[in-house]
């Protein structure tokens, strides 16, 4: 089973570098400019797993620093502010990732566009399916790290626990309100910093009518989509991950 998560990161790198070529790649072969918008979401996709990973390390490395101190000590307090504070960046920053989804609307194709409609639907694809395999490594991070410190004791068993399992479910289904808020109302991971027109634009957008109901119309949708996606993905391998240590 071991070869289940490299495999995993490799298809995901892979994924995330075929995206960049093709749109590259279209700009070169079809004498079309190159739409870096695109790119930009691209980066903006792979970007919440690096600050996972910074944030984890840095945690580990100031309660290492902290080993044997009190509880209330600067050290253990700084611990647990970093931890606070990178999670609520990641999770800021994690609907840039199946925000790629969202191009599948093939909104840079012009009427006299030279570039071949199946290259254009072969490269939205890419694009889709990179930011979706990037929640899912994200998504699955996080669940792994809650069922390990929840339930330290319980070996690899404690991922497959229903509250586990709900974590996950609640990330993908934020992460979908996140798209929606950035799709419909043009909002950015970065507008929090400016509080009062964040919740203006808010405000004004759900003040209109229909609203709320497409608002529950598509986070449900894609809450559900992005569910099955990551159920047959990073469930499949959860349930390996525990059939294996379980066979051992």
Known sequence: MEP???????????????????VVARARAFHRPLYKPMLLN????????FVLVVGLVAT?????????????????VL???????????????????SYLITELNLSHRTDDDPTPLWYDIVLVIT?????????????LAVQVLYGVMRYPDDDVAGLTQPDTRLVA?????????????????????WDVTHPGSFLRKVRD???????VKTFLGFTLVHTVFIALLY??????????????????
Do not use: C, K
């Open 231 to 248: 159920l047959t993905i990073g469930g499949t391998i959860i349930d390996l991950v525990v059939a294996y240590q379980q066979s051992r």
């Open 205 to 211: 957008h759900f003040t209109q009518q229909g609203a």
């Open 79 to 97: 611990s647990v502010v970093i931890a606070v504070v990178s999670a609520l960046v990641w999770l800021l920053l994690l609907p840039n990732a």
């Open 42 to 49: 691209i980066g903006l996709s792979i970007l919440p797993v």
């Open 127 to 139: 694009l889709a399916m990179s930011g979706v395999l990037n929640l899912v490594v994200n998504v």
């Open 169 to 189: 479910v609640a990330i993908i289904m934020l992460s979908a309100v996140g798209v929606y808020l950035g799709r419909y109302l043009r909002l950015n991971s």
């Open 60 to 76: 580990l490395v100031s309660l290492a620093a902290s080993r044997g101190d009190a509880v209330d000590s600067p050290m253990h």
């Open 4 to 22: 289940v998560i490299p495999s995993l990161v490799l298809g995901v790198i892979g994924m995330n570098v075929f995206a960049v070529v093709l």
